[in-house]
């Protein structure tokens, strides 16, 4: 049973760029969250899609944006990249009819690097 | 505002047993969760808590007050491969949805 795939694994972007992340979740999973983890810090929501609506939002800029397809696989898009960016980025999938039962499934995440 | 308190750093014996405490105040409270994250690696799930009391799974346990805002999770009989970063997280959503993670406690089991 396939768990959450995200591409690419690493990735290094100049300042100002753009960039797309992005995630397949779980088998059997239908919600796809987002989290930014700095170094020795927990991870940060951005946001949660649940059929292909962003359904809540952290407190991140309107630089970041996302969207969820229709095989529930989702991409993190971030414009105008700041060094300050420069993070991991994990994918978290769930089951929206477990409840909080199981919690999140992560991927082994995206670090990327704004130089 | 969101506030995840564990501690930063914790030392134990193989064999023995820990406690990881976690305290919280947040806006809202849907339940509380607990990952272990190995260094390079992703968080994998632990526990659940939506409830006052005590889960137990195996050699892990976890306790919820949610008059108190606090939570420990509890590990037995330690073993090395559970050297590890260990992260308290508030659920605010639906399901694991707008989770808020504290910065997680780094147990080191020693010989």
């Known amino acids: 049973d396939a768990g959450v795939t995200q591409s690419p694994t690493h990735l290094i972007k100049t300042r100002g760029q753009q960039v797309t992340l992005r995630c397949s979740p779980k088998s059997g999973h239908d919600t796809v969250s987002w989290y930014q983890q700095a170094l020795g810090q927990g991870p940060q929501f951005i946001f949660q899609?649940?059929?292909?609506?962003?359904?809540q939002r952290g407190n991140f800029p309107d630089r970041f944006s996302g969207h969820q397809f229709p095989n529930y696989s989702s991409e993190l898009n971030v414009n105008a990249l700041l060094l300050g960016d420069s993070a991991l980025y994990l994918c978290?999938?769930?089951?929206?009819?477990?409840?909080?039962?199981?919690?999140?499934?992560f991927g082994s995440g995206t670090r990327l690097t704004v130089v | 505002g969101q506030n995840i308190d564990q501690p930063t750093e914790m030392t134990a014996t193989e064999g023995a047993i820990v406690q990881i405490n976690c305290t919280y105040q947040?806006?809202?409270?849907?339940?509380l969760f607990w990952y272990q994250q190995h260094a390079g690696e992703a968080p994998t799930f632990l526990s659940y808590?939506?409830?006052?009391g005590l889960e137990e799974k195996g050699r892990f346990s976890s306790f919820l007050s949610r008059s108190k805002g606090y939570s420990y999770l509890l590990l037995k009989e330690l073993q090395m491969k559970d050297s590890a970063s260990y992260l308290c997280a508030v659920s605010q959503g639906t399901n694991a949805g707008k989770s808020t993670f504290g910065d997680g406690t780094t147990l080191t089991v020693k010989p």
């Open positions: 899609y649940y059929e292909e609506e962003e359904r």
């Open positions: 978290a999938s769930s089951l929206e009819l477990a409840g909080g039962r199981g919690g999140y499934t």
């Open positions: 947040t806006s809202g409270f849907n339940g």
């Open positions: 808590n939506v409830l006052d």
